[in-house]
Nanobody
């Protein structure tokens, strides 16, 4: 079983930066993929960024060049560095892990970007 706990959300002005962290715990040897999703009110949850155990990353087009996903396998932690934040980035951000063919989710952390 995998438990995911996010941290780092908060209120930031447009153009600012924020770093989200997610730590996985449980009986884990290695996690195949870890990623970040987000969901704004009234909208569908979307994949923001994902990174493989080998460090290969992919991003949704709207955040390319602004967000960076990384992971520390020794700590079972994934990070999302968010720069040049825009009001449209406002959402609840969820950590996700794919491990042995099963999806695990954190409770989410709220990111609010003000104008």
């Amino acid at each position: 079983q995998v438990q995911l706990v996010e941290s780092g959300g908060g209120l930031v002005q447009a153009g600012g930066s924020l770093r989200l962290s997610c730590t996985a715990s449980g009986s884990i040897f290695s996690i195949n993929f870890m990623g970040w999703y987000r969901q704004a009110p009234g909208k569908q949850r979307e994949l923001v960024a994902i990174v493989s155990s080998g460090g290969i990353a992919d991003y949704v087009d709207s955040v390319k060049g602004r967000f960076t996903i990384s992971r520390d396998n020794a700590k079972n932690t994934v990070y999302l560095q968010m720069n040049s934040l825009k009001p449209e980035d406002t959402a609840v951000y969820y950590c996700n892990a794919l491990y042995l063919g099963m999806d695990y989710w954190g409770k989410g952390t709220l990111v609010t970007v003000s104008t």
